[in-house]
């Protein structure tokens, strides 16, 4: 009998670790390759439950902890190939720097679900909102600051849902409060049917009903108005990538892109702009040998109109940037240029204290400078491009600094220039999601041109117009209809709104916690 009994004991927290760790699995495939955002909300209601009925502090911690490992871990799956592939890591070395990427991220939802244990122990409907206050703020210091990696963020997977209209009025951080609240209040409505409170249940009910009137609202406005036509050629050059043990013709590199943008353009177009990935041209601009200049050369000779590209200049010894450069043979100052202004952890430098993993794992790494948030946005036949490199497409910081120098230039179409062929396909996908909440914020159409693949364009709705293979080399020629107009409530105000009400919402549920308690003691 005590051997059984003790078998009960080891197996219960065992139950607890798999069932949450399955959960998070679940969570983790709506972000996945055309996932289903439905389902990943489901399973996100169990964490809830699970943190409610969760009986001690451990045990809440290790519910949350293991339901991040699920949601993070094959979500960020792709970066294996990074390491293993390109870096030439040993794969036990690789999973190893997963999983604590995994354990990193979830760190945030196990602290906020212990915070909400720990202040309303009592009542389970005012722990699962308290869990969500605490997990909205968990978010945002996720992708600010703390961490710098908001990648999985639960307001990726959201364009296409009726959610998606809070992007323009709160941005990502307000769509997770309101996931969060909304499940919280899911879960409070449960038990109160429990209980035969149908009253009660109903005003919780209430929340999500709201939320979701109100995302329909914002989704059905136009916050921006129809602007000029441009003709927009998207090269996916397919070129390969390029590491520490790689290294690869940049002349070569150049020619492949100009005989791909050398073939006759579909749409008739006089002088459309020619959008080039990141990644084509991996040397210093002013520092070309003569082979390179002249592939440079027939490239910006392959379209009269602009031409973008990426590449680097060095604006100081020692300081290095990731430029994108817009060449436009109709201006008299011919040459713009935008700097990268958030780079990749990991990837274009080491975060404080981190230079032991890099030496351990032998990452193969560039240590560059970042440009100002509040650079000046270069213009195409009157139109102005927000330009946003690669990373700089993860959330809305960098965003809404394209309106942050002038106001009156505020962009009329989103480019996002990338390379993503370090990582597996499944990070094109995720990375698509994000390019269609950036125009859902802003209300501006966005054109992705990727490197290896899913290159795309995207209407100020976050709906995916075209879109091109999302493997190998293609060339496609659209017409992209601009938006003008003033900002929206989001490019104006930022996170901190969304923020500011995920701590109201807290002491709230605080206040009534300590309400509730007064009440029991009398």
């Known amino acids: 009998m005590r051997q059984f009994g003790h078998n009960r004991t080891v197996a219960k927290p065992l139950i607890l670790i798999g069932g949450a760790f399955a959960a998070g699995?679940?969570?983790s495939s709506g972000f996945s390759p055309r996932g289903c955002p439905v389902l990943s909300l489901i399973a996100l209601l169990a964490l809830f439950a699970g943190v409610a009925r969760s009986e001690t502090s451990r045990s809440v911690f290790a519910t949350a902890f293991f339901f991040g490992i699920g949601w993070f871990a094959p979500g960020l799956a792709w970066t294996l190939d990074a390491m293993i592939v390109h870096g030439r890591v040993p794969a036990a070395l690789a999973l190893g720097g997963l999983i604590a990427l995994a354990a990193l991220c979830s760190l945030f939802a196990a602290v906020a679900a212990t915070l909400a244990k720990r202040f309303f122990p009592g009542d389970s409907s005012l722990c699962?909102?308290?869990?969500?206050?605490?997990?909205?703020?968990?978010?945002?210091?996720?992708g600010n600051g703390l961490a710098d990696f908001g990648w999985l963020t639960p307001a990726d997977m959201v364009a296409g849902l009726p959610l998606a209209g809070w992007a323009p009025l709160t941005g990502a951080v307000g769509i997770n409060a309101v996931v969060f609240f909304s499940i919280a209040a899911l879960c409070a409505a449960a038990s109160a049917v429990r209980k035969g409170r149908f009253a009660r249940a109903a005003c919780h009910a209430m929340l999500p009903t709201l939320g979701l009137l109100i995302g329909g609202y914002g989704l059905s406005q136009n916050w921006s108005m129809p602007g000029d036509t441009l003709a927009v050629r998207?090269?996916?050059?397919?070129l390969p990538v390029v590491n520490?043990?790689?290294?690869?013709d940049p002349a070569q590199r150049i020619a492949t892109v100009a005989s791909l943008s050398e073939r006759a353009w579909t749409n008739g177009a006089e002088r459309p702009l020619l959008l080039t990935p990141e990644g084509m041209l991996l040397t210093d601009l002013g520092h070309l040998?003569?082979?390179s200049q002249r592939a440079l050369g027939s490239l910006l000779q392959?379209?009269?109109?602009?031409?973008l590209f990426n590449g680097f200049r060095q604006d100081a010894p020692g300081s290095w940037r990731n430029t994108s450069f817009l060449f436009d043979p109709s201006h008299s100052d011919q040459l713009a240029f935008v700097d990268k202004r958030k780079l990749v952890p990991f990837g274009e430098y080491v975060p404080a204290g981190f230079r032991w993993f890099v030496d351990l794992l032998r990452i193969p790494l560039s240590d560059l400078t970042p440009g100002a948030i509040d650079q000046a946005n270069p213009s195409v036949h009157g139109v102005p491009l927000g330009i946003l490199i690669c990373y700089e497409n993860l959330d809305g910081e960098v965003l809404r600094g394209l309106w942050r120098s002038r106001p009156e230039n505020s962009p009329g179409l989103l480019v996002v220039t990338s390379n993503l062929g370090w990582f597996g396909e499944a990070v094109r996908w995720q990375h698509l999601n994000m390019t269609r909440l950036r125009a859902l914020e802003s209300s501006r159409p966005a054109v992705s041109v990727s490197m290896n693949g899913l290159s795309a364009y995207v209407d100020e709705k976050g709906r995916v117009l075209n879109e091109a293979p999302s493997s190998g080399s293609a060339v496609c020629d659209w017409r992209v209809r601009t938006q003008t107009g003033s900002a929206t409530p989001y490019m104006r105000f930022g996170d901190l709104p969304a923020v500011f009400f995920a701590i109201l919402a807290t002491a709230a549920v605080f206040c009534a916690a300590r309400a509730q308690r007064t009440r029991r003691a009398v």
């Open 128 to 142: 699962c909102y308290g869990f969500a206050g605490f997990l909205t703020i968990g978010e945002y210091l996720r």
């Open 244 to 248: 520490g043990f790689v290294r690869a």
């Open 289 to 291: 040998d003569a082979a």
């Open 234 to 238: 998207v090269v996916q050059a397919d």
């Open 25 to 27: 699995i679940v969570f």
């Open 302 to 307: 392959a379209t009269p109109g602009p031409v």
